[in-house]
């Protein structure tokens, strides 16, 4: 029986705090990397970036086993976000999205661009100058406002401008995915189980196609994969008061265990792994629901001959939007179950029929 | 394989269950009918690979579908009640209600939820299963008795089945001329999934498909294509890019001279297991012999027995047809 798992850090919520705010856009992930390297410079363990800028880190197993189990973890290091395409004079320019965001949830929202977070404005017209019938804006519409001075160019990736806030349970953030899965990848580093051989990858371009995942599982060749991520709660009552049925995930149920989504059906056999293991512990969890979305997972199954491949994912509400909602019970018991899974996992379990 | 042989056949294999990623009864169904020269694993995805004892490396691919469509249980209103989620392009019921059957056996009766005002995809459907209960995501597939009549077979899954069968007398049958592979392919309801990492593994030359099609050749369509109990499809391109020309010109010469009625399809509709085999590795050489399907997906499909028949004999023609299609 494996110990009891621990909780989070304290440690992993400053990681939280500074890794929400940074720009690290599809593509240009250098700063959310970077600290993720300085984190983790006294792990005993070897860090490479590869060539699309995966940031990989390889424990050895510490036991005698003749081959111990090729586990590979992998949360993504991007973030949705904006790239500036051209001046539009005056200190304006246009933008277009990266990653999965609509034109009306930059409108009128204060962004930082580029590494050193300059400040600007997606502005809006006010109610009273706008004419004829409202619609949704368009990308075409919209105007970044960085003031005449600023040294904005194009190709320099902004997103919005959000402070990380914490209030008890309750965490308020932008880019909470897949920051979140990051830092519980750091946990996991830090109390990594001694019996299998972990490849823990910080991934890139997921928000834009899982590029950089699909190098990783095959360069790193693993005998099982686990997707780090955030997914969205869509649990708010509509105006009848009635719940969506399709409310994906629920904020306060717990991690999200995927039985299936857009690009994978999870391994039938981790995830039984998972739930049992919550329910040996007592953790609280919850299946997403079926559907769209995809994460890393959806990538690194089809590599090489297949590779058994599961989703756990913290709940969050305002996913790819400035400010994103979670409750700190939940990533702690995504962390707890992930820990005490991956403590429990033997190579028994893949010799069962998927 | 005689008319009656293959109707009881496709009736069996109908009634077994193997929705994506929960293919194991037809997998254990296969494994206690292969031919007793060959050996079978089952790789990390759930295909299943059978070679001929003693094959060190296949040259050619022969790939037919495990699973079927179907669906998984989502979180209900109330206790009774789920909703569903569909696994791969299950077909949205018609006015009436249809049955679904879980894996653990309970049965569900589809009917619309009234408080959902337009129609929303399987959102606007709830499942009764009352007075049981099935757990999230528990699969389920349609339930539906097999039927026999005038050389078709009717039921859920038939189309599918029916490729597999086409296939799985050619292992059986066949005396290829060139080391080949089967995979039984697991997920390739939901794009293909499990043909290009088994093909990873076997590096082959090239790759022969068998899949079931949507025929269209219903009164009054206004593009039509395949039609039902005319013989299998050799489909000239799949969506978005052409099929191997070589290997199309050869299936189509194999055809003619076994004097086969077979009949050309250009698809006008994706299809699930459309995209990755030929982009395994450095590229894989791929054609598609297809069984023309009434209502694939749905819960009520119909194929031709000889359709069935004509591909299981093109695909083993081709098999021990001389001389090299890449060539």
Known sequence: MPPTPPSLRPAAFRWLRTLTEVVAVSGDEAPARAIVRRALRDQAARLTTDALGNLLLHRPAQSTAKRPLRVLLAAHLDEVG????????????????????????????????????????????????????????????????????????????????????????????????????????????????????????FTVQEEVGLRGARVVAHAVNPDVAFALDCTPARDLPGPDGRLDPAFNTRLGHGPAIYIADRRTISDPRLVRHLQATAERLGLPYQFRQAGGGATDAGAMHLQRAGIPSVSVSVPARGLHSPVATMRVADWDATFRLLWAALHALTPALLEQTP | MNTPDLAFLLSELSRVDAPSGHEGPLRDWLQAHLPPHTTARVDGLGNLIVLPIGTQAVEVLVVAPLDEVGFLAQPGPRAGWVRLAPLGPAALPGAAAARVRFVDGTRGVLTRDPTVAKAQGWDAWLCDVAPASVPVGQPAVWDTEPIVQAGRVLGKAVGVRAALLATFHALQHAQPRRPTGWVFAAREQVSGHGSAPAAFGLRPRYALRVVPTPARDEPGRRIPGVRMAQGPGLRRREWGRAADARLVAWLARVAREARLAVQDEIPQEREPSWASLPFVAAGLPTATISIPTRNLYAAHQAVALDDVQTAAHWLQAALEAEGDPLA
């Open chain 1, 82 to 201: 904006f790239m500036i395409t051209h001046p539009a004079g005056e200190g304006l320019y246009r933008v277009q999205p990266i990653g999965g965001l609509t034109a009306a949830t930059a409108l009128g929202q204060a962004v930082w661009v580029g590494p050193q977070r300059l400040p600007g404005v997606i502005g809006a017209a006010p109610v009273h100058l706008q004419r004829g019938t409202p619609r949704l804006p368009t990308w075409d519409d919209l105007r970044l406002d960085v003031g005449p001075r600023t040294p904005v160019e194009p190709g320099q990736r902004a997103t919005f401008a959000t402070p990380f806030r914490r209030e008890g349970n309750t965490i308020f953030a932008k880019a909470l995915d897949d920051r979140v899965g990051v830092v519980t990848l750091m946990e996991l580093i830090h109390h990594a189980p001694p019996h299998v051989d972990l490849w823990a990858a």
